[in-house]
């Protein structure tokens, strides 16, 4: 992998501290876990977090993103406030959905991030019609909707692309392919892999990263909302990642027997946060370690110390309007 | 005796309003609200073909343009999420479908998705959108074409369902529809197209969640869902004629239902029919007649004799020889009302001829 060229030493912090948020932030859900404080089930990106940083590093405060059940990535790179989702997590009241969504629900409308949805591809509709009001709203915004390799099995993803072509909506269309649906892999699902051949049928660009790298990631979004800002169609990401933990949960499962350690020890060769961080010195490096060890401790210490929702909350937000 | 083609519209409206018919109110409530609200806009299979939708949404292209009445791939999953997507951005889209069967292609994310982000992100989105759907009847609409299926949408918490039964109801409940914040299940009956009400001009809404009293009566309360309405006051009348006096309620909305009207109305007479147009297991009858069971069970001090009509157990045929004894009509209705009034005495039917609606006996289909 190249050094990137046009990056400024800010913007390298600024991946460097994206990347390290989510890796840190889920390996202290991981450890906090068995403690049976966390209320939700969850689906580390632990990984997997070059693509929603690369991804969403490209985009502004006003452009949108949705994402999956396996979503702490999505939302912490797009900006989604930390406490908001350690306390969702926790089932608390302070939490980004009043602890009525859970881990695989995480939204921040404030943010731009859209909720995510539990059902495989069910969100990449709602990217498109999101899109679709951006479009005639004017302002150049973008929406990029995040899925796994599963998704792309969906009659809906197929419906969306040629809905978001025929209307050449800003769409960035991005999969996370780790190659396994929850614990059954490609080989097994697809007839052919040739997915950007596919999504290229509708007439969409497409691109295929395979090594994960979040500059090459980050520079073809770049270019690519550039041309959406003024008009052009969507775009397609298939972008090769590796699940480093198990499906859902916090432990790993290399000992299930469904795929190999080896396969993760590769990916964990040219892991993009330590690449990343090599980029920068050792002091600034520290210093920005110290910050997220910091502000994790507090979003646990927020959640822990957050109140339940009271129980009539039950009955709240059933209709819009009614409380 | 009131023409049996006309549903009848409340009292309040005949003072100012004209004979509209059902799909012309319809019409006139989208083109009102897209008027005033340029978040409006509508979407779906046909909807500016030179047909529009029974003309429904005819040449409403040619005044708001493209942008805000569009066409769509016949991916009704799909184009589900892009309006509840284009929801929560902001607009306020119309997703029209020619028959509620191809609701089913939609469930997905109307039952996962637009019923459940509000509550599920915690009160931070809502989905302000209106799911048209008409529901086929005769000239052999058959199995896929004529089901009844809003009680499916019932069962799901966050969608509101209504069934307006007359052109009244049918322009203030789509205004209203369009004017919610939820997601509602909008459930048109294709033979109420061509009746005609008195509707006013000026915009103005049906309140969801309010029944109404179509006819008042003493001996029995009929409930009729959607056009078993009209079914019913074809029914009331030929019950008047030997002495049957019926009340007939319209719930208008089934989510929210206004259950007390129904309660009051059924402890007054003493005796309920809920007609359904549809199946009656785990149906809009279904619930109702729960409903008020539990309602009088112990308290009452007469109890309440309660039975309910809809769809036969079976697929819908297209043979009219078997079509006609699919579905509840006037002459049953009557009949079971006769038998629940007055069970000792001998049955009785109104003449068959008597029990056919003019808006059913002109249909000349298609579709």
């Not at chain 1, 995510?116 to 915004?141: D, H, K, N, Q």
Request: charged share 20%; with cysteine; hydrophobic share 40%.
């Amino acid at each position: 992998m190249p050094s990137p060229a046009k990056l400024t030493s800010e913007d390298i912090r600024r991946i460097y501290r994206s990347l390290r948020l989510i890796r840190r932030a889920e390996e202290e859900i991981a450890r906090v876990y068995p403690s049976d404080r966390i209320k939700s089930p969850v689906h580390l990106s632990i990984g997997q977090e070059a693509v929603a940083v690369g991804v969403c590093d490209a985009l502004t405060g006003d452009d949108v993103v949705s994402g999956t059940y396996r979503g702490h990535a999505t939302y912490l790179a797009k900006g989604g406030d930390l406490n908001a989702m350690m306390a969702e997590l926790f089932g608390k009241v302070t939490g980004c959905a009043r602890g009525k969504g859970g881990s695989m629900h995480l939204v921040e409308m404030s943010k731009n991030v859209l909720g995510a949805s539990a059902v495989v591809g069910t969100t990449i509709p709602l990217a498109v019609g999101y899109a679709l009001a951006l479009r005639r709203e004017g302002r150049g915004r973008v929406a990029a909707a995040f899925f796994g390799d599963g998704a792309t099995e969906e009659g809906v993803f197929y419906e969306s692309l040629n809905f978001a072509s025929l209307h050449k909506l800003p769409v960035v269309f991005v999969c996370e392919n780790n190659f396994y649906a929850i614990h059954t892999p490609l080989t097994k699902r697809w007839a052919s892999e040739a997915l950007c051949g596919r999504v290229a049928n509708f007439g969409i660009p497409t691109h295929r990263i395979t090594d994960s790298d979040v500059f090459a990631i980050r520079r073809i979004v770049a270019d690519a909302v550039a041309e959406m800002r003024q008009g052009a169609g969507p775009i397609f990401l298939e972008c090769h990642t590796y699940r480093w933990r198990e499906h859902v949960g916090p432990m790993e499962d290399y000992e299930a027997g469904y795929r190999d350690r080896n396969d993760m020890e590769t990916w964990r060769a040219t892991d993009q946060l330590e690449r990343v961080g090599a980029l920068l010195d050792a002091t600034t490096r520290g210093k920005i370690n110290i910050e997220i060890e910091k502000e994790i401790a507090a979003a646990i210490e927020f959640a822990d110390q957050s109140p339940f929702p009271p129980p009539e909350e039950l009955h709240t937000h059933v209709f819009a309007g009614q409380s | 005796m009131s023409s049996p083609a006309r549903a009848e519209a409340p009292a309040v409206s005949r003072e100012s309003g004209r004979l509209l018919r059902y799909v012309d109110a319809l019409r006139e409530a989208v083109a009102q609200e897209m008027e005033a609200d340029e978040r409006v806009f509508v979407l779906g299979l046909d909807v500016d073909d030179h047909k529009g939708i029974q003309g429904s949404t005819l040449g409403l292209q040619a005044r708001f343009g493209t942008e805000r009445i569009f066409n769509t791939p016949l991916s009704e999953d799909a184009m589900t999420g892009v309006a509840i997507g284009a929801a929560i951005a902001g607009l306020r889209p119309i997703h029209v479908h020619i028959r509620m069967d191809f609701l089913m292609l939609c469930m997905n994310q109307l039952v996962n998705m637009a019923a459940k982000m509000h509550y599920m992100y915690g009160g931070t989105v809502t989905v302000p959108l209106v799911v048209r759907s008409m529901i086929g009847k005769s000239w052999g609409q058959g199995a896929q074409h004529s089901q009844g299926l809003y009680s499916m949408f019932m069962h799901v918490p966050g969608l509101k369902v209504v069934a307006p039964s007359n052109a009244h109801d049918a322009k203030g409940c789509l205004i209203a529809a369009i004017r919610d914040d939820n997601p509602v299940i909008f459930v048109e009956h294709r033979l109420l197209y061509g009746t005609e009400a008195f509707v006013d001009e000026a915009p103005f809404t049906v309140e969801f969640g309010k029944a109404r009293i179509a006819v008042p009566g003493n001996d029995i309360t009929l409930v009729g869902v959607s056009n078993m309405v009209v079914e019913c006051l074809r029914a009331q009348e030929l019950l008047s004629e030997v002495g049957i006096s019926a009340e007939v309620l319209d719930p208008i909305s089934l989510v929210p239902l206004d259950f007390d009207t129904i309660l009051a109305s059924a402890r007054r007479t003493g005796c309920v029919l809920v007609v359904d147009n549809a199946w009656t297991t785990c149906g809009a009858s279904a619930e109702i007649i729960a409903r008020l069971a539990e309602a009088t069970s112990g308290g009452d001090a007469k109890p309440i004799v309660m039975r309910r009509m809809g769809f036969a157990p079976t697929t819908c045929p297209t043979t009219p020889a078997l079509e006609q004894t699919f579905y509840p009509n006037p002459a049953t209705i009557a009949s079971a009302v006769h038998s629940l009034v007055r069970p000792k005495a001998k049955a009785w039917s109104p003449a068959p001829e008597r029990a056919v609606l003019a808006y059913q006996r002109q249909f000349r289909g298609p579709f």
